[in-house]
């Protein structure tokens, strides 16, 4: 399927989000000075920015490509909550099934940027037990019905507390019940049973956890052939895709490498989020009907184009189609 064709499919399908939502926030300015109060710059703000972040990064991403997109996650009933949840509104993501807890901090990173160099970041966050959708019934019922109106869904883990074994199964038994693709885009620091997913997309750090590997020594290749057998071995996901950064990506099938993609990207700004862009052209190809290769090359074009951008940033659709004009496959 080209670009054009794929790009066209996009609206006719329904993709669910699941994860840890958050918001991005940016403070971005100028030094010219220390601060006399403590050794610091002293950063003159000129612009604040805020964007969908973590799960609700991957929605935007998916609405700026132009298909029909909710996300399911936790959100606190405070100031971010509501700044969140009017920016998935503008940009079309559905998030009314979204809980906000009261007393339950909305996840926030703000980063604090001066002359295009991040200079520290703060978040607010709260205990993971505090983000675990399952914790009352009406979030299981919510989880069900978001589940029950997809053509296919997206597990983004950031670790903060929505993923949990638990929900993973019941999203698992559902989305099976329904014939949909799930997609999980993993954060192995806690290990979870990942056995039944459609699409694993690790980056390298990931991939290496989540087959129980360790980081090769400095000067050693990185054992792209055995990660990839050992998560076929643990978790045998029909679809395997490892994000290498700077190095593309590779598709593997039982536990093989059959395709390896290098990155598209012209000018690298700012990887941040490259990740999050990737799952969701994947997905919106596959759910299209793509082929894993084509879908894999669309994604990895919309992540070539991301990273040329500032922050967690989106592609839209005449981007991807300029940027598969560049390479030839429009
Ligand atoms: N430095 C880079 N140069 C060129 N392309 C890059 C670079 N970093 C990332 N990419 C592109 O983005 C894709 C995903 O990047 P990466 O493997 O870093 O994902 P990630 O670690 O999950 O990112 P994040 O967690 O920040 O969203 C890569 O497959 C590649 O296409
Ligand atoms: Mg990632």
Redesign the pocket.
């Known amino acids: 399927m080209n670009i054009l064709d794929l790009l066209a499919a996009f609206s006719s399908r329904r993709v669910l989000v699941i994860g840890d939502v958050m918001l991005d926030h940016y403070i971005i300015g100028d030094v010219h000075r220390i601060s006399p109060e403590a050794p610091v710059p002293v950063v003159q703000a000129t612009e604040e920015r805020r964007v969908a972040g973590g799960a609700a990064n991957v929605a935007h991403n998916l609405a700026v490509a132009g298909v029909r997109v909710e996300v399911f996650g936790v959100m606190g009933d405070d100031a971010n909550g509501l700044a969140l949840a009017a920016l998935l509104e503008r940009d079309g993501v559905a998030s009314g099934r979204c809980l906000r807890r009261a007393g339950v901090p909305t996840i926030v990173k703000t980063r604090v940027v001066a002359r295009h160099q991040q200079l520290c970041r703060i978040d607010h966050e709260g205990g993971r037990a505090l983000y675990d959708p399952l914790a009352d019934a009406a979030g299981s019922a919510a989880l069900a019905a978001a589940v029950g109106e997809a053509d296919a869904i997206i597990v983004s883990d950031y670790a903060k507390g929505v993923v949990t074994q638990a929900l993973y199964d019941r999203v698992r038994e559902l989305a099976a019940r329904r014939g949909a693709l799930l997609a999980v885009?993993p954060k192995p620091a806690r290990r979870l049973d990942l056995r039944g997913a459609g699409l694993l997309?690790?980056?390298?750090?990931?991939a290496l956890q989540l087959a129980g590997l360790a980081e090769p020594s400095p000067g050693e290749p990185y054992p792209l052939a055995e990660v990839c057998a050992r998560i076929h071995a643990s978790y045998a996901p029909s679809l395997l895709v490892?994000?290498?950064?700077?190095?593309?990506?590779v598709i593997a099938r039982e536990g093989r490498v059959c395709t390896s993609?290098p990155?598209?990207?012209r000018e690298?700004f700012d990887?941040?989020?490259?990740?999050?862009?990737?799952i969701a052209f994947l997905v919106a190809a596959l759910a299209c009907g793509a082929d894993a290769e084509s879908a894999a090359r669309a994604?990895?074009l919309a992540?070539?184009v991301?990273?040329s951008k500032m922050g967690?940033a989106t592609v839209t659709p005449a981007e991807l189609l300029a940027a598969a004009g560049r390479v030839g496959t429009a």
């Not at 997309?201 to 990931?206: A, H």
């Not at 490892?242 to 990506?249: I, K, N, Q, Y």
């Open positions: 885009d997309t690790p980056n390298r750090g990931e490892v994000t290498l950064g700077a190095d593309g990506m993609l990155t598209q990207a690298v990887v941040s989020g490259a990740g999050d862009t990737v994604a990895n992540a070539g991301v990273v967690t």
